[in-house]
């Protein structure tokens, strides 16, 4: 079945740092690929996404490449910024009817000032 | 409405009794889904409706669990004789049929104590 496996948190980082959350997946076929943000007391928002092999997703300076060689998907940013403190969700589509998404289990990220 | 909306936003509940869920999606959206999300844990499908039927229905973890979607719009997760291992946070999302368009509620923190 479908898995997605994400990178343990907590992060801590300070402002202006560089982000990598890695991110790697099974599945069968061709899934597309998705970065979700929970902040702080609000329901997930899609962050960014990748639909086949080699697009790079990007939203708020965020970016990520969806590699089909390594079947990965990390996620980075050049400098976070406070306001970046949230939980990072990695997840897939299943090819499947339903289209549910499968997630990893989270990554924590707190930025300090 | 301009989002999804589910209620109550928190629930506390003592074991074994009843508890009913609501998911109030965005206007218009077919596609409505129930996630739930554990304390350190990811996001676990439970169920998925498109217009009033329900074709997946795999994820629900036992027959504790139901949902039904009346009129193609709001959703009810009905949870019987509730256990300690139930508490966690419902999630609801609703989406026109294609998974990058999926829109999360806030969830419904439920506590069973």
């Known amino acids: 079945g479908n898995s997605v496996t994400q990178m343990e948190g907590p992060v801590t980082l300070s402002e202006e740092a560089f982000l990598t959350i890695n991110c790697t997946y099974t599945?069968?076929?061709?899934?597309?690929l998705f970065w979700y943000v929970q902040y702080p007391g609000e329901g997930l928002q899609l962050l960014l996404k990748?639909?086949?092999?080699?697009d790079k997703g990007s939203n708020k300076g965020f970016e990520a490449t969806y590699r089909k060689e390594t079947t990965s998907f990390h996620l980075e940013k050049g400098s976070v910024q406070v306001s970046d403190s949230a939980v990072y969700f990695c997840?897939?589509?299943?090819?499947?009817?339903?289209?549910?998404?499968?997630f990893g289990s989270g990554t924590q990220l707190t930025v300090l000032p | 409405g301009a989002g999804v909306s589910q209620s109550p936003s928190n629930k506390v509940t003592e074991k074994g009794k009843d508890v009913e869920l609501r998911c109030d999606p965005i206007?218009?959206?077919?596609?409505l889904y129930w996630y739930r999300q554990s304390l350190g844990q990811g996001l676990e499908f439970l169920i998925y409706?498109?217009?009033?039927?329900?074709?997946?229905k795999s994820g629900l973890p036992s027959d504790r669990f139901s949902a039904e979607r009346t009129g193609g719009s709001v959703s009810t997760l009905t949870i019987q004789r509730t256990q300690q291992e139930d508490s966690a946070v419902y999630l609801c999302?609703?989406?026109?049929?294609?998974?990058?368009?999926?829109?999360f509620g806030s969830g419904t923190r439920l506590t069973v104590v």
């Open positions: 999302a609703s989406s026109l049929g294609q998974v990058d368009g999926y829109t």
């Open positions: 990748a639909t086949k092999a080699d």
């Open positions: 409706f498109q217009g009033n039927s329900a074709p997946d």
């Open positions: 206007s218009g959206h077919t596609a």
């Open positions: 997840a897939l589509s299943s090819s499947g009817s339903a289209r549910q998404l499968t």
């Open positions: 599945a069968t076929g061709y899934p597309s």
